[in-house]
């Protein structure tokens, strides 16, 4: 039986009704009986309308956008109200309740193009192919990857959320195991490692269909992961992604004295993000009046910064721990290495992080000096 509190909220430009759920503030929520709605996710459909309006803006063609598991509608609903160009959007789900909300929804908004499907995602990516495919699960999204790369057309854009970080970073490394295929490990740069096992499964089930992965922008909050990675046709590409899908050991990690010796991964060691992606991106936001504008435009700056740089980055509260010292100032460390002529960066995975192209053996002494 549905609890009656259905409320009237805004997101974006676009009002929805939706079931407002006691969650905390923070976190990923909680599966109950109702449709799902959780406000904590505003950032990650602001996202993912910025990565939609910059692929529509690039194609010649109509795109054709899948919210896939959309429990409310919201995020397809926000899709087919806020986009611009040419597109349609079709927004799946199995929940009786909810897909009779997903209908209100779109009445209210009188979206008379939207496709709304009662039904499982697996059959409809089975039956047709979209240029743009929202996995947003509770939990994992590894049991749908399969699916979408089957559906997903050349150069078109699987967007993801993952809210099992603790699994890929190395809390339960078992049910990582199981899941990714792959081990993981804890410690500093455990959510980097995780979003990259994350990529590296992804990057695997795409080749199976000879298809390659470019990852478009990868960011990650307190409790989920989130990417839009570009999935494009053709041995060249798959043979490119794949030589980014390896099996690491501990020792070639940053301040790997911290760790215990150890294989991780496969994972993916490639770019993170795509620069010129994320400069429109920004350029979009800073024109658009999202709620979290404030919040985009520094995880896209961060992102920016970090997307040509190496992969695993340097913590100074960790290189603190490793030499006994008190935390060494990130902007201290970073201004070194740059004077040495090195490029450096900020990490968007911890605010006490920096990417560099100097040696580790240079990094870890200006690390203990500084
Ligand atoms: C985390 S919620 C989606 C949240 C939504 N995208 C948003 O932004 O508010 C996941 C939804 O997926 C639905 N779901 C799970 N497995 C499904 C499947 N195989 N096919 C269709 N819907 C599914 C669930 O009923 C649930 O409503």
Excluded at 29 to 57: E, H, V
Excluded at 66 to 77: C, F, K, P, T, V
Aim: proline letters at 5%.
């Amino acid at each position: 039986m549905i609890n009656p509190e259905l409320s009237r909220i805004r997101e974006g430009s676009t009002d929805v009704f939706v079931y407002l759920h006691k969650t905390a503030d923070k976190g990923p929520g909680t599966k109950t009986g109702l449709p799902f709605y959780n406000p904590t996710m505003k950032l990650n459909r602001d996202s993912s309308l910025l990565i939609a309006q910059w692929f529509i803006d690039t194609q010649d063609q109509p795109i054709r956008l899948l919210d896939g598991l959309a429990a409310s509608g919201i995020r397809g609903i926000r899709f087919a109200n806020e986009l611009t160009g040419a597109f349609t959007v079709t927004i799946n789900e199995w929940n009786e309740e909810a897909f009779s909300l997903i209908q209100k929804n779109i009445s209210h908004n009188m979206l008379e193009s939207v496709i709304a499907v009662k039904g499982n995602v697996h059959r409809v990516l089975a039956d047709q192919r979209f240029d743009y495919i929202d996995i947003d699960p509770f939990g994992s999204p590894a049991s749908f990857i399969d699916s979408a790369m089957r559906s997903i057309t050349h150069n078109g854009i699987l967007a993801c959320t993952a809210t099992d970080t603790a699994a890929l970073s190395g809390v339960y490394p078992k049910v990582c195991l199981r899941r990714y295929g792959a081990w993981s490990l804890h410690g500093f740069l455990m959510r980097e490692i995780g979003f990259r096992i994350l990529l590296g499964m992804l990057c695997r089930e795409a080749a199976k269909y000879d298809k390659g992965i470019r990852p478009l922008w990868c960011f990650s909050t307190d409790h989920y992961f989130r990417m839009y990675v570009q999935i494009v046709h053709g041995k060249r590409y798959v043979n490119d992604a794949m030589n980014n899908y390896r099996i690491i050991s501990s020792e070639e990690l940053p301040l790997s004295d911290l760790f215990s010796k150890t294989l991780v991964g496969p994972l993916w060691l490639g770019p993170l993000h795509t620069s010129s992606v994320l400069q429109t991106c920004q350029s979009m936001n800073l024109s658009l009046h999202l709620e979290t504008r404030n919040q985009l435009v520094k995880i896209l700056d961060i992102c920016g910064e970090e997307s040509l740089m190496p992969p695993f980055f340097y913590s100074t509260d960790a290189a603190a721990s490793l030499f006994k010292i008190s935390p060494p100032r990130l902007i201290t460390v970073m201004d070194q290495l740059a004077q040495q002529g090195y490029r450096v960066s900020r990490c968007s995975f911890s605010p006490y992080g920096f990417r560099t192209t100097a040696p580790q053996k240079l990094v870890q002494i200006i690390l203990e000096k500084a």
